[in-house]
């Protein structure tokens, strides 16, 4: 009588990447709300999956948030390209400024990443390596316009977002939004020509709420 194989190879592969896709999904926001502290035990219990089921798929946490930051540098890259297409170039550059800064500030872990490098610089470097093009055309098209100012440099916009980043941060339990304040104080300048400023979108923080800000900061390791 023939026999023949009842393993279910086709679904234990459909299981094993929705599992995958659990975890990377629970880490993401573990990752976003607390940063890169989080543990993998926790993001197991976030998942709904067993600790071995989060081991197997990734063996230690860096391997986790290489993943993930690849995931968000294919969305930056697509957000890039998608802001060249922009008929206005200025519209194009803000738009591409206001939703990169607003991924550093709802994004913890993704901000600890790709501003600090302290997980893992070769990683970072090729990320910024995609974008430098990007964020170097958005410029020059905004330039050759007439409407950004000619001597910003692609090597400006990453430090800018390092400083409304580092805003976000500490006015996360103040007023998380107060960061697209200072993005429009920040675009005003870059402009080389406006009839009147700009309208802002958040109202200025209060002196309460202004020393609480101020008692958030912490000074970065050396």
């Known amino acids: 009588m023939a026999t023949f194989p009842t393993t279910p190879e086709r679904p234990l592969r459909r299981d094993a990447e929705r599992n995958r896709q659990r975890i990377l999904e629970a880490a993401r926001g573990a990752f976003a709300e ?82 600090s490098g302290a997980h893992g610089l070769e990683r970072v470097a090729r990320g910024r390596q995609l974008m430098y093009p990007i964020v170097t055309r958005l410029v020059q098209r905004a330039q050759a316009d007439g409407s950004v100012r000619p001597d910003l440099a692609a090597t400006d916009l990453p430090l800018l977002q390092l400083m409304l980043g580092s805003l976000s941060e500490c006015t996360r339990d103040v007023d998380p939004e107060i960061w697209r304040r200072y993005l429009g104080i920040v675009t005003d300048g870059l402009r080389t020509r406006r009839d009147e400023p700009s309208p802002l979108q958040r109202d200025a923080l209060t002196p309460e709420q202004t020393q609480s800000t101020m008692r958030a900061w912490r000074p970065g390791a050396r």
């Open 34 to 115: 607390e940063g890169l502290s989080v543990t993998l035990d926790e993001i197991a219990h976030r998942a709904g999956v067993g600790v071995g089921t989060v081991y197997r798929r990734f063996p230690d946490k860096e391997q986790l948030i290489e993943a993930l930051f690849e995931d968000r540098i294919t969305e930056f890259v697509a957000l890039g390209e998608e802001c060249l297409l922009a008929e206005d170039p200025w519209s194009g550059l803000v738009r591409f400024l206001e939703q990169a800064t607003a991924a550093h500030a709802c994004d913890r872990g993704f901000k600890e990443v790709a501003l």
